[in-house]
């Protein structure tokens, strides 16, 4: 946008910013002048120079650098249809054109159809892969939301994913397509390809817990959904979704010695003061479901240390006293009670 460019720099000017901004403004400005006054003729011999070159490659800049004169410095004398159609054609001819999704939005922008096919051919066979992935995600853009062509969006997006695996508006538009589409194993295939692909960290996290929520809830297949809440727990044992699917799932199983086992990593991890003492009450439940009178009284004596009010783990205390046997500590928790 050399017009508004052009008024910043006399802005500047006028501020008298000191000689080396003076002096760049001012050269800036001397330039501008001297292609606007050429640009008709500048624009034709890059035409002509285009027309005559034999390589692809050559052909595709010259028409690129016309279309960027003509832009530039056109104005309302350039033939929009003609700058459009010229741009078209350099990405055709070649889509690792330099500039070619800048100057195809700006030539492009009021036909949003063949403005998403050149950014499309960027995308395919583009030269940076910044460029290509950004032309991917505008192409995407444009196909759902001015063209309302859900299916070439999720092609676009699959591309970009392909060049980026997780990127964040890819991932979460082909997400969200499948879901509203139930195609759950279009979604499940779409993560895992995510995983195979490296991710590392909390996008890796993310990925597992999707995978698994999606076999847990949308497809109601709790067992292929434990592989991956296993790997989930092993590098995030708190996390709240992973803690429900083994709670439900393994006390319809019975398996109290698992339950017990992801309860426990949870806890030792956790800093959480509340979430402690609630893991703490499971964990001593399960131990007296399981027989284990000792591992109960343990957790509830560590509940007690951390909150002596706790009224259930002191009246299970000395309910599990009584019961074992253990009448000095009943007697000790009594008097602890009158002294309250």
Do not use: C
Not at 77 to 100: N, T, Y
Not at 155 to 177: M, Y
């Amino acid at each position: 946008d050399s017009g508004r460019a052009r008024a910043e720099y006399e802005r500047l000017l006028e501020q008298e910013p000191g000689e080396a901004l003076t002096e760049k403004a001012a050269s800036y400005l001397e330039n501008d002048d001297a292609q606007r006054a050429k640009w008709r003729e500048l624009f034709d011999r890059y035409v002509q120079e285009a027309e005559s070159a034999s390589d692809d490659g050559l052909k595709a800049g010259l028409y690129m650098t016309a279309a960027d004169v003509a832009l530039r410095y056109g104005g309302a004398d350039i033939d929009r249809k003609a700058v459009a159609d010229m741009v078209e054609k350099a990405i055709g001819l070649e889509p690792k054109v330099r500039r070619g999704a800048i100057h195809a939005e700006a030539a492009l922008s009021h036909e949003p159809l063949r403005l998403a096919k050149a950014l499309e051919l960027i995308l395919s066979r583009g030269g940076a892969k910044d460029d290509r992935i950004s032309s991917g995600l505008k192409a995407g853009r444009i196909r759902a939301r001015t063209l309302s062509d859900k299916e070439g969006a999720i092609a676009s997006f699959e591309q970009v994913l392909d060049l980026s695996p997780g990127q964040p508006d890819a991932l979460s538009f082909l997400a969200e397509a499948y879901t509203e589409s139930s195609s759950w194993d279009h979604l499940v295939a779409l993560y895992e390809d995510q995983l195979k692909a490296g991710l590392r960290g909390e996008a890796e996290h993310g990925v597992l817990l999707q995978i698994a929520m999606v076999h847990w809830k949308m497809r109601e297949a709790p067992e292929a959904a434990e592989p991956h809440f296993d790997r989930l727990r092993r590098v995030e044992p708190t996390n709240g979704a992973m803690l429900s699917y083994f709670r439900e799932v393994l006390t319809a199983r019975d398996d109290t010695q698992k339950l017990t086992q992801v309860l426990s990593d949870a806890q030792r991890a956790t800093q959480d003061a509340a979430l402690k003492k609630e893991l703490g009450s499971e964990i001593a439940a399960l131990a007296e479901k399981g027989d284990n009178a000792g591992k109960a009284i343990e957790q509830y004596k560590s509940i007690l240390k951390s909150d002596p009010n706790d009224a259930p783990a002191r009246d299970a205390l000395k309910r599990l006293y009584g019961q074992g046997g253990n009448y000095p500590a009943l007697v000790d928790m009594l008097r602890q009670d009158l002294d309250r």
